[in-house]
């Protein structure tokens, strides 16, 4: 039985992200263990020697959502209709999404500082220097730079992101996000990069922002001065809904910010999906957005602008034959950046390491080790499922997890 079949059986396809192949033999829900790895896996060798030769101080995960429902009343907002029933396709989404962070509030603490408290409780099991960078994220925008609420999947506020990251500086550091339709959008920015900001979080089909309009282009023009990047989904969206996202995912859209100058992090390294062509046109054919994103990594004017996270790519539905492609182009790995997209790694049905074991990238034992380490702690499993993985001898560099110094 497909896992794709087993979700739907159960009422759970919409989890499935399409394309899956493997049945959740990790569970279907996550048993949030809120306790430090156990001793026989903190010490196993294995879990060392995945920090053998990194300088952990430089090991920031440039990929973590920071999501809040608003009820520590710092700002954070998720769209009501992700929290009814009455919209049943997202509103499982949302409870896996709630459950794979195990922001399970007690009595003492509300959802938000929930949220924050299971992160700094999987940073624990991290070595000292580590950091997640968590993600604010902005609402949606129409063209005449009026947000749009009813448009918008969830708000991160900047100064909410910020607020943590003054709180916890040992654990964090931060990614802002500002709609560059938005009047204030060049001030807003300046503020984030006074205050510790990284660079700046895009999702552009679900915030509504088109990369090859030239609304950007006051934006894109501060961008460069600054020497400030853009973190950008790309490719094929199915974790929330994108109403822009045929039409915007395209990698090839952000030429017009490239020929600026700006310095663009594809995620997920456009994995997922395929895109017009545009370099022949608005009637070019379809091609994979990975090959659209390789092509501009491939770019020789781009070589110090294109980047790509390697957050998502292990998911089960992305194709194996797009994973070994990454894995094996050396030449790319000085402009990948390691990344998890959490919480997604604790939504149990969305990965399996022995997808990985049966193509021959891992071995059985350390795709079981990887199991029991996910049930503690998913960041961790993430991490080193992608230190681990290898590709006809081919593996993921250090200087893909060593990724403070892109920032």
């Not at 060392?48 to 608003?70: M, P, R």
């Not at 992090?265 to 379809?286: N, P, Q, R, V």
């Not at 092509?295 to 994973?323: C, F, H, P, W």
Request: contains cysteine.
């Amino acid at each position: 039985m497909k896992r794709r079949d087993f979700l739907k059986s159960a009422g759970l396809l919409p989890l499935a992200l399409t394309g899956c192949q493997y049945l959740p033999f990790d569970g279907v829900v996550n048993p949030c263990l809120k306790v430090q790895l156990p001793k026989y896996l903190r010490e196993h060798e294995l879990v060392q020697a995945v920090w053998e030769g990194l300088d952990a101080s430089k090991v920031w995960d440039v990929h973590t959502h920071l999501i809040g429902i608003g009820d520590s009343d710092e700002g954070a907002w998720v769209n009501p209709n992700m929290q009814s029933s009455a919209n049943l396709w997202r509103y499982i989404q949302f409870k896996f999404y709630i459950n794979g962070s195990c922001a399970n509030p007690d009595k003492k603490e509300t959802m938000d500082q929930a949220y924050v408290n299971r992160l700094l409780q999987l940073h624990n099991d991290m070595p000292e220097g580590f950091r997640f960078m968590l993600l604010a994220f902005d609402y949606y925008y129409n063209e005449k730079g009026e947000y749009d609420k009813a448009q918008s999947v969830f708000y991160t506020p900047n100064r909410y992101v910020l607020k943590q990251t003054k709180r916890y500086p040992g654990q964090f550091k931060w990614i802002a996000s500002i709609h560059p339709y938005r009047e204030d959008s060049v001030e807003e920015l300046e503020f984030v990069i006074k205050n510790g900001a990284r660079a700046i979080k895009w999702l552009p089909g679900a915030m509504g922002i088109n990369p090859a309009s030239q609304l950007c282009d006051r934006f894109y023009d501060a961008l460069v001065k600054y020497n400030f990047p853009i973190l950008t989904h790309s490719g094929e969206e199915h974790a929330v809904d994108v109403p822009e996202e045929k039409r915007y995912e395209n990698p090839l859209l952000f030429r017009r910010a490239l020929d600026k100058g700006v310095r663009v992090i594809f995620a997920h390294c456009a994995t997922m999906g395929e895109s017009t062509d545009l370099d022949k046109g608005e009637k070019g054919a379809k091609v994979a957005n990975l090959d659209l994103f390789g092509r501009l990594m491939d770019e020789t004017q781009y070589g110090k602008q294109v980047y790509g996270d390697i957050s998502a790519i292990t998911q089960i539905n992305r194709d194996r034959q797009m994973i070994e492609k990454i894995v094996s182009r050396e030449d790319w790995h000085e402009r990948l950046l390691y990344g998890s997209d959490y919480p997604l790694p604790g939504v149990m049905p969305v990965f399996s390491p022995w997808n990985f074991s049966d193509w021959g990238h891992l071995p059985l034992r350390e795709a079981n080790l990887l199991s029991d380490i996910r049930q503690y702690n998913p960041a961790l499993f993430d991490f080193m499922l992608k230190r681990r993985i290898k590709v006809n001898g081919h593996q993921f560099a250090t200087t893909v997890f060593e990724t403070s110094d892109k920032f």
